[in-house]
């Protein structure tokens, strides 16, 4: 039978997934949101994000106050990512635009969060409330116990804390191989600078136009972008992690000063570009070198019950395709359209299959491909190495099948799902 009361969604996270999963589902009355973050405060690691054609498409089709969220955010068209050589016999050179057609934007991580959580009531927020058990409770909801002795019942339950949460745990069991992310071989370091001083530091001939530049070289990767309106520059540098210089387990940062990025820069070409990018690398006072971790094991599943884990929770990736937060915008889309047809929370189960039933071969593959473009950008792909010829011949088609979603026939995919499954297990 059809419930009488709202069918109450904990979201666990306070992150982009989990905000814009409760944007998604704040304006269907038959649900009731309530989001939880461990933190003091909701906040997002990371000076920017890229959001392709695909994590635009979504934002659409969730609609309401996600729509236009990026542009409140003070988000930036780029023309094109343009791919250029930065060493090598090719040095400098352009090998190709990348979605010059589709025009991504950039947007500040902190600005767009705040955002997303601005339409949510406060009393529906929740900080410091760090998860330490799940459990089907006798009610038939599940209960969420809480480090600081409060407990939360929900029908329905989703994972949004990120690549080391607690409910990912949950869905697959804390033992299982697929649990924990593994350091994917990369590192990357990230500074925001005045545009002036990009200019200054990197030459003007890159800010005519708002362009994410990328720069492959030796064992390494450059790039730079422009955010909060065109006022500041994001400048990135990435590396292969080398023979003896190994993470240890549960090493997620390192400090990085000029020697270290002068070495990891070292088999680069001397260039004006390779010398500004140290110096707007060391603007940033606190600069650290953060380990890439991804989900080497696919999990089996996504769902388990009335619990269901989305964005880094669930297939957490490296950020060489730019696809780890347009990712959790299809995941939120995908729940919202399924979370909108269900009628009472013993329903939430076979949403919560679908989900993951449709996300899965996705996302997966997604994090593979993008291990596998990181070595490319780096210099170091087999047969391809820094040959720019060889890399324009590769490259492109491995965006393709992230930027193409057609998002409406995503939805369509997933609710045919539901239909057969809500048919199979009527009401009674």
């Keep these: 039978m059809s419930s009488a009361e709202p069918i109450k969604v904990a979201i666990i996270g306070g992150g982009l997934a989990g905000a814009t999963l409760a944007n998604a589902i704040l304006k269907h009355d038959h649900l009731d949101v309530n989001i939880f973050e461990s933190a003091s405060e909701f906040s997002e690691r990371g000076a920017a994000v890229s959001l392709a054609a695909n994590a635009q498409a979504a934002l659409a089709e969730i609609g309401g106050e996600v729509a236009d969220v990026v542009e409140r955010a003070g988000g930036v068209v780029m023309s094109s990512s343009r791919l250029c050589m930065g060493s090598g016999p090719d040095a400098m050179s352009i090998v190709f635009d990348l979605g010059a057609e589709m025009r991504g934007k950039v947007v500040h991580r902190a600005a767009l969060l705040a955002e997303l959580l601005k339409p949510i009531e406060d009393k529906k927020k929740h900080t410091n409330r760090k998860v330490i058990s799940i459990n089907d409770s006798a009610k038939g909801q599940v209960e969420i116990n809480f480090e600081d002795g409060t407990v939360f019942h929900a ?31 990369f590192w990357d370091a ?90 707007a690398m060391l603007q940033n006072p606190d600069l650290k070198a953060f380990a890439e971790t991804h989900h080497a094991i696919d999990a ?37 359209t399924l979370l909108e047809k ?39 792909g087999a047969d391809v190495g820094l040959d720019a010829a060889k890399i324009k011949e590769v490259l492109p088609g491995r965006w393709a099948f992230i930027h193409r979603q057609n998002q409406g026939e995503h939805k369509e995919e997933a609710l045919e799902v539901l239909a057969k499954l809500l048919i199979a297990h009527p009401l009674p």
């Design 190 to 279: 990230r500074s925001l600078i005045p545009m002036q001083k990009a200019k200054a530091l990197l030459g003007e001939e890159y800010f005519e136009i708002d362009r994410q530049y990328g720069w492959i070289g030796e064992g390494g990767f450059i790039m730079h972008d422009v955010l909060d309106g065109g006022d500041t520059v994001q400048c990135v540098v990435c590396g292969i992690v080398g023979e003896g210089d190994e993470w240890a387990e549960g090493e997620w940062s390192k400090p990085l000063d000029r020697a270290a990025l002068e070495k990891a820069l070292e088999e680069w070409t001397d260039t004006p570009l390779k010398k500004g990018i140290v110096e």
């Design 155 to 185: 029908d329905a339950v989703v994972g949004a804390d990120g690549v080391r949460g607690y409910v990912r745990c949950h869905v697959l069991g804390k033992d299982h191989p697929a649990v924990p992310a593994k350091v994917a071989g």
């Design 342 to 380: 269900i009628k009472s929370p013993d329903q939430v189960a076979m949403a919560f299959q679908t989900y993951s039933e449709v996300r899965k071969p996705r996302t997966q593959r997604i994090i593979h491909s993008s291990c596998g473009t990181g070595v490319i950008l780096c210099g170091r």
């Design 300 to 336: 089996p599943t996504y769902a388990n019950g009335r619990t269901c884990i989305i964005g880094d929770a669930a297939h957490s990736m490296t950020p060489w395709q730019g696809s780890g937060a347009g990712q959790a915008i299809e995941d939120a889309m995908i729940l919202q």
